[in-house]
């Protein structure tokens, strides 16, 4: 028999990037397990729909993360609905790895890339620290495979996860021991709508060629987020937490 999970009735999550994909499928997920969720995205249309599909659980807010005065208002506004936060789950990202090769790179778009996939982290941080010393709380940074292996022209996105898997650990030091900072990296999720996926399902090679047998789906990692965000995982931070199907550790040449 399964033992049933702590219940984490009452405790307040942030979840940023949370309109669409591996972002609302954390909300989701956390929602299911009691907790109540907040669900920060760029997209307020979107955002607002799925989070009124959710229920009584799930609030909306409009965010953009690189913007440090947005990041101080969405915490206030949470601090003034919910007077607590107990969990902070980092999604928001520019999540297209590929930008143009090496030498037509906009500095622009460099820069845009890590000022939200890798500023935006720090910002949240920075401005969630207190509240989250105060119950105890936990931090999940999204970061990715891609930091430890590339495709060509990649720079931009690759550098972003790099540099957030380490601030993972460098916050995990400096926050400790009441916040606890983790990583989860995803391989291969197949994140898009419902609607896509059975008008465009993935072939049996694309669910062959991982060691488990398939691809990823976004459940997938909301369950490692929310085990990470629990207090089953008190003796847990400052690690990476792979979620690939394996693909990481198969050795892989051309024939």
């Known amino acids: 028999m399964t033992e049933a999970p702590v219940s984490e009735n009452g405790r307040v999550a942030l979840v940023t990037g949370a309109a669409r994909g591996i972002g609302l499928g954390i909300a989701a997920w956390l929602v299911s397990e009691g907790w109540q969720v907040v669900l920060a995205d760029i997209d307020r249309a979107r955002g607002a729909k799925v989070a009124k599909a959710l229920g009584e659980s799930a609030w909306f807010l409009t965010l953009d993360v690189s913007v440090e005065a947005d990041v101080i208002q969405c915490v206030a506004q949470i601090l003034g609905q919910f007077g607590r936060l107990d969990g902070l789950v980092c999604n928001a990202a520019i999540a297209d790895p590929h930008n143009k090769p090496l030498e037509s790179l906009d500095l622009q778009q460099w820069n845009r890339v890590m000022a939200v996939n890798l500023t935006g982290p720090m910002l949240l941080a920075k401005h969630c620290a207190p ?24 720079e931009a996105y690759v550098a972003s996860k790099g540099g957030l898997l380490a601030l993972t650990h460098a916050l995990a030091i400096s926050l400790g021991p009441q916040v606890r ?16 996926r ?37 003796f847990v931070t400052g690690q990476e937490f792979v979620v690939d199907g394996g693909m990481s550790r198969k050795m892989i040449y051309e024939e």
Do not use: F, K
């Open 198 to 234: 059975r008008a465009e399902p993935l072939t049996e090679a694309d669910h062959a060629q991982h060691p488990v047998g398939r691809a990823g789906c976004v459940e997938d990692v909301a369950s490692m987020v929310a085990w990470l965000l629990s207090r089953n995982a008190g």
């Open 131 to 154: 509240y989250l010393r105060t119950h105890s709380g936990s931090i999940v940074n999204l970061t990715s495979t891609r930091a430890h292996q590339s495709q060509p022209d990649t």
């Open 181 to 196: 900072v983790n990583a989860v990296s995803p391989g291969w999720i197949d994140a898009r709508a419902p609607s896509v």
